[in-house]
């Protein structure tokens, strides 16, 4: 693995990252294997968890961490990002990058010599998805388990299908028509699926929820799609995550979210405030798979 832009370039060694992070959540303060290392964390949208994680990761890990609004770089004044990743690349060890557009992020990681980790792009969320597989794993003990996510088949929905297909877990996405996921990523999970045995489907009936394992949910309006909010808040007003959807599934049930939330939109604060919610645990968990990724890509210069 040379950058993480997509949960595809895990495909090799996605366990490797999760047994990593296990042993780094056992001991927070003990590896710090990336000493003098220095991350560049560029960001073109907001953010509480992934900033904060990276940032306390590197610290943990020996190393340090910039916060870099894309609005105070010279690349919020048009410098040409393959020239921004040309230059950064002499002054840090990585980079992590939150951009609008995917194709931003593979721009800049074609013209790094450093490693490139995505931080969220309008197609994928790749250190979301992992930190939310590990964070079943370590409830349930297995991924023979069926996710059920429910909403907008959005970036976070995206890198959850490509984890779920190469870990064997079987997952649907249940959401509205013209709100199903990525139709590329799709096709490219259905054949991780062929390999690791998941059942993958998409749907848009909320009772396909039934006997899931773990129910997912996120925002129904992205950073990015403000625009659209009216539009989306009424074609996906049936797709809460209530009482009743849980009472669909296994009584067992893990309900995740992977924040912000909007209480009363995709989630009910009661669902949230349960038992079964696993959204604290999920948020906490960034920080140890992401000090696994940082520690495979930065460590082995
Ligand atoms: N889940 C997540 O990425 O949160 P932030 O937008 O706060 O980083
Ligand atoms: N889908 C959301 C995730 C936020 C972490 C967004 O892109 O805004």
Redesign the pocket.
């Known amino acids: 693995m040379k950058h993480l832009l997509s949960v595809t370039d895990t495909q090799d060694n996605i366990l490797d990252i999760l047994e990593v992070a296990d042993k780094l959540k056992k001991d927070p303060w003990g590896y710090q294997t990336l000493k003098n290392n220095v991350l560049g964390m560029i960001f073109e949208k907001s953010s509480t968890r992934t900033r904060i994680s990276f940032e306390v990761g590197m610290l943990q890990l020996g190393g340090h961490a910039l916060y870099l609004s894309k609005s105070e770089l010279q690349l919020g004044r048009g410098e040409p990002i393959e020239d921004t990743a040309k230059v950064m690349s002499r002054y840090v060890n990585g980079v992590m990058i939150r951009a609008r557009e995917h194709s931003d992020v593979v721009k800049f990681a074609e013209n790094a010599t450093i490693p490139v980790i995505n931080g ?1 792009t309008n197609l994928e ?1 790749p250190c ?1 998805a992992l930190a939310d597989i590990f964070t079943i794993y370590q409830d349930k003990k297995t991924f023979n388990v069926h996710l059920a996510y429910l909403g907008d088949g ?3 929905c995206n890198s959850l299908l490509l984890a779920a297909s190469l870990v064997g877990m079987d997952m649907t996405v249940i959401s509205p028509e013209g709100y199903e996921p990525d139709v590329m990523i799709l096709e490219q999970a259905k054949e991780y699926a062929q390999t690791s045995g998941s059942k993958l489907k998409v749907a848009n009936d909320v009772s396909e929820v039934k006997g899931a394992d773990v129910i997912y949910t ?2 129904w309006v ?3 799609d403000e625009e659209e909010v009216n539009q989306r808040l009424k074609m996906l007003s049936e797709y809460q995550v209530n009482s009743d959807v849980l009472n669909l599934a296994n009584p067992q049930a893990m309900v995740m979210h ?3 939330a909007i209480r009363g939109q995709e989630i009910t604060e009661e669902v949230m405030s349960c038992g079964q919610a696993a959204i604290w645990d999920q948020a906490e968990n960034r920080l140890h798979v992401q000090k696994a990724i940082l520690s495979i890509l930065l460590g082995k210069k």
């Open positions: 969220l969320h979301q959005n970036n976070v996120d925002v992205s950073m990015g992977c924040l912000p």
